[in-house]
């Protein structure tokens, strides 16, 4: 972020509990370098005594993107008769930045308005998997879900209780799982997620335990980039699908090419396809075979040793294990070492020559050696890599064996360089959620491991299955928690399996969804509720990735919730209720009430 940070309120329109809640109000904390004094979301609410009749005719409420890019892009509905009628994006900024939703985002209204949605609470009545499900009431679907709570934890522990990874809500106080099954005594624990699995298991054994793929410790942002460098490589990473939108990286992205080609530089995209970021460029397009970045960076690594051209010094000094010199006295000897891997005189015996990697990777030897001198010569040499190449069969060495490209050049924490992760993510995040409360269950498995825990968890050790807090688990896992995501089927590694496992209801003996129509997950639910869409309901949540400006949307409702959605908070209230813990899990306060004051601390 550029500048310092400006708070501003909205001219004429101090912040009342009244108007908060009640009027359609967008409060923003804008970077000032960014959009100077501008307000953000400036759309001011009117009182009702100052309303004129043709006012009330439409109305706008704010709120942002809620698909899982990052972006958060901004929303204007425009409503009338309580329903809405169409959408804009963002049109208060400036050419600096304007947090424009991609035609993804604009989507929303169709789904808002669906004919699909889901309106009513039901139960299974075919097999699990079927679809096959009738319509309940609220008061049964609620006394179901806490009775099968209740002789989960009773037989079992809460250990056997586990909340699948989802992204299907943004907002401050959109899903407040955690805090309402803390209260109960806890669940089994998540480490990981679905997007960065192996990249997230294995950085912290190259650059300390800190190191995350959401880092801005270690990593550089794009600005670095746009600033400094000379050279961008891209493995698998192409912001301008996967990270669109006015308020996202493809923002910084198109900054940098201009940057960088602008001093005569260049950018390398590596990628299986002619991706939306390479579009309309194609000296930068490198295509390669799927799975095989690794193949490519050990050649490219193979060039930087046979030229001599590692920085040694770096090497020698920061590093362990890049030769018989580094390793530790334990490892001394055995030929272990990575330049032995590379060079052909490690465990495997094989040289990783560009025509090595040429038949693997399908790319020319001549061209990876083009590419390894151009790496060699670049004063900032900016290496990045998206989380497409790490979502393999031995993805954990694909992300590091790009990561040692930077390394060996020994050009990390330099102007425009970067350390082979994906780009850097802002730090800032003006607001957080809902107090979640402390876990008492110590167990914690990796996010792709929960089927396993299904069919075999008591088998499931540290060493076995990456369980850590607890050397082995002392619970299958019975009750299965699944709030706004369709990650039981679409994201998981065997859909088969997931079926086969989950159609046994002898392994995992509940299934709760809460989602807003029939993903393939819901299918699977015992009991499965309708919830409200973001837009449905007050909400509040931080800016997305950029790094241009950080700010805070408030918004909503823009229309009411169809048939008998609710909102998550109210509904986990009221299982709250049934535990008598609902005094705790509110403290006395709405939905919109928490939403007030976490914006106002």
């Not at 082979?420 to 995040?429: C, H, I, L, N, T």
């Not at 076995?464 to 039981?488: E, H, M, P, R």
């Not at 169809?562 to 535990?579: H, L, N, Q, W």
């Amino acid at each position: 972020m550029r500048g310092g940070i400006m708070v501003k309120e909205i001219e004429g329109h101090p912040v009342s509990r009244r108007n908060f809640v009640k009027g359609t109000f967008a409060g923003a904390v804008v970077g000032a370098g960014a959009l100077g004094g501008a307000s953000m979301f400036g759309c001011a609410p009117k009182s009702e005594e100052a309303a004129a009749p043709e006012a009330a005719e439409e109305t706008i409420a704010w709120s942002q993107c809620n698909v899982n890019c990052g972006g958060n892009c901004v929303f204007q509905w425009h409503v009338k008769d309580g329903k809405i009628q169409y959408m804009e994006s963002d049109n208060t900024g400036d050419i600096d930045l304007q947090a424009r939703a991609c035609l993804r985002g604009r989507s929303m209204r169709r789904w808002l308005n669906s004919p699909d949605r889901l309106l009513y609470p039901m139960k299974r009545v075919g097999k699990r998997g079927e679809g096959k499900f009738e319509q309940i009431s609220w008061d049964e679907a609620i006394q179901t879900i806490a009775d099968k709570l209740k002789y989960t934890i009773d037989t079992y522990g809460n250990d056997a209780i586990y909340v699948n990874y989802a992204t299907g809500m943004y907002s401050a106080t959109g899903n407040p799982s955690s805090r309402l099954l803390n209260l109960l005594g806890g669940y089994l624990k998540r480490s990981y997620d679905y997007s960065t699995n192996m990249i997230s298991a294995a950085l912290p054994f190259m650059y300390g335990e800190e190191c995350s793929p959401y880092d801005d410790v270690y990593a550089s942002s794009m600005t670095e980039a746009e600033a400094n460098s000379d050279l961008v490589v891209m493995f698998g990473n192409s912001p301008a699908e996967t990270r669109m939108g006015g308020a996202n990286i493809v923002w910084d992205f198109a900054r940098v090419r201009e940057a960088v080609q602008g001093r005569g530089g260049k950018i390398v995209n590596i990628d299986y396809r002619m991706n939306e970021s390479a579009s309309g460029h194609p000296e930068e397009w490198l295509p390669i075979r799927p799975g095989t970045d690794a193949a490519l960076a050990s050649a490219i690594a193979h060039e930087f040793i046979a030229n001599e051209q590692v920085d040694l010094d770096f090497l020698h000094t920061y590093c362990v294990g890049y030769d018989e010199e580094s390793m530790p006295e334990s490892a001394k000897g055995q030929n272990k070492s990575y330049k032995d891997y590379i060079m052909g005189t490690g465990y495997d015996m094989v040289e990783k020559t560009p025509e090595w990697a040429a038949p693997i990777t399908q790319i020319p030897a001549d061209t990876i050696r083009a590419l390894a001198a151009d790496l060699a010569a670049a004063e900032a040499p900016f290496v990045v890599q998206g989380w497409g190449p790490q979502r393999h069969t031995n993805g954990e060495d694909t992300c590091r064996a790009i990561c040692m490209i930077p390394v060996l050049l020994g050009k990390i924490g330099l102007p425009g360089t970067n350390t082979g992760q994906r780009e850097a993510e802002p730090s800032v995040s003006l607001v957080g959620g809902l107090p979640s409360g402390k876990n008492p269950v110590k167990a914690c498995i990796p996010c792709y491991e929960w089927l396993n825990a299904v069919d075999h968890g008591k088998e499931m050790t540290a060493t076995n299955a990456g369980i850590t807090g607890v050397d082995q688990l002392s619970n299958d896992i019975k009750f299965l928690w699944n709030y706004a995501g369709n990650c039981i089927t679409n994201q998981h590694g065997d859909i088969n399996k997931v079926h086969e496992v989950l159609s046994d209801e002898s392994k995992c003996e509940f299934i709760l969804v809460w989602d807003t129509v029939m993903t393939d997950s819901a299918k699977y639910a015992d009991i499965l509720l309708p919830d409200a869409m973001r837009s449905e309901q007050l909400n509040m949540k931080t800016n997305g990735y950029t790094e241009w400006y950080t700010g805070v949307c408030v918004g909503g409702p823009a229309q009411e919730a169809p048939g008998e959605c609710r909102t998550s908070y109210d509904v986990m209230a009221d299982i709250a209720d049934k535990f008598g813990v609902k005094d705790q899990f509110t403290e006395g306060k709405t939905q919109e009430q928490w939403i007030q004051e976490i914006y106002e601390a």
